[in-house]
């Protein structure tokens, strides 16, 4: 399996969910995360996808350090089975949109 057909299994996913996994990109900023999961109810996460085996670049690790250090849920997926697992843990979260 590749990481560009385990990342289209987690969009449909999402997206049967009620959710969007936006591509997210950041020039001039390396080591974003893959895609930006909004799930109903203000409820968000990062996902980095990985071919299964492949491990995160010290970039990557060092952006998914900071953005957990802000409050939000970063995941690194790299297997088909834990899709369900990744977008539960975002869809259940206690973390959430605030509005002003």
Do not use: H, W
Not at 14 to 31: D, E, M, Q, Y
Not at 37 to 64: S, T, W, Y
Not at 76 to 85: A, R, T, V, W
């Amino acid at each position: 399996m590749t990481e560009k057909e385990l990342e289209l299994m987690l969009v449909k996913e999402v997206k049967r969910r009620g959710g969007r996994a936006f591509k997210f990109i950041s020039p001039g900023i390396n080591g974003v995360p893959d895609r930006l999961v909004l799930m109903p109810f203000g409820k968000i996460g990062f996902v980095e996808v990985k071919a299964p085996g492949k491990k995160m670049r010290p970039n990557q690790i060092k952006r998914k350090d900071e953005l957990e250090s802000l409050g939000f849920l970063v995941y690194c997926l790299d297997s088909p089975e834990d899709i369900g697992g990744v977008v539960d843990g975002i869809a259940g979260s206690q973390r959430s949109l605030q509005t002003p």
